[in-house]
């Protein structure tokens, strides 16, 4: 099953899209699961504008990099598992080096949680999921 998940990614990959890709309109597109693709930088300033309260977790990857592939199926599963209380994005570095700059990205995956206009916290690294639950409860409960 592993295996025909990294084919289909790699396959979508390719043509330049992200797995589970459908498109929708507003904010980015957005994937089946929840995630929006955020595909500017003019984009990334509308998303953040319009946030409000609501907590944003950045999934900033690449498509070549495979820590970033096996993240994304965690990131699917917390997407459904916070919905309507978190909005997940994912940002590719490569069409988008500006939007790392932001971050000061050096390593990828590299997860930002953002609220109310301000950079939270990162998780850099394959990281269990454990910790990334943590940090999204940890930025749910600040005031």
């Keep these: 099953m592993m295996t025909d998940m990294v084919r289909a990614i790699k396959g979508v990959a390719s043509t330049g899209a992200v797995a589970l890709l459908v498109g929708c309109g507003g904010s980015g597109q957005k994937a089946e699961s929840g995630i929006h693709i955020i595909r500017s930088a003019s984009e990334y300033t509308r998303t953040i504008e319009s946030a409000g309260d609501k907590l ?15 993240l994304a199926p965690t990131l699917e599963e917390l997407s459904a598992t916070y919905k309507g209380r978190v909005d997940f994005y994912k940002v590719n570095t490569d069409n988008n080096p500006e939007i ?28 269990p999921k454990e910790a990334y639950v943590e940090a999204i409860e940890k930025a749910l409960a600040l005031p």
Excluded: E, Q, T
């Design 100 to 127: 790392a700059r932001v971050f000061n990205v050096n390593g990828i995956p590299h997860i930002a949680f953002m609220r109310k206009k301000n950079h939270i916290n990162s998780l850099v690294g394959l990281n």
């Design 56 to 70: 944003l977790v950045i999934d900033l990857y690449a498509d070549w990099c495979g820590p970033c592939r096996m």
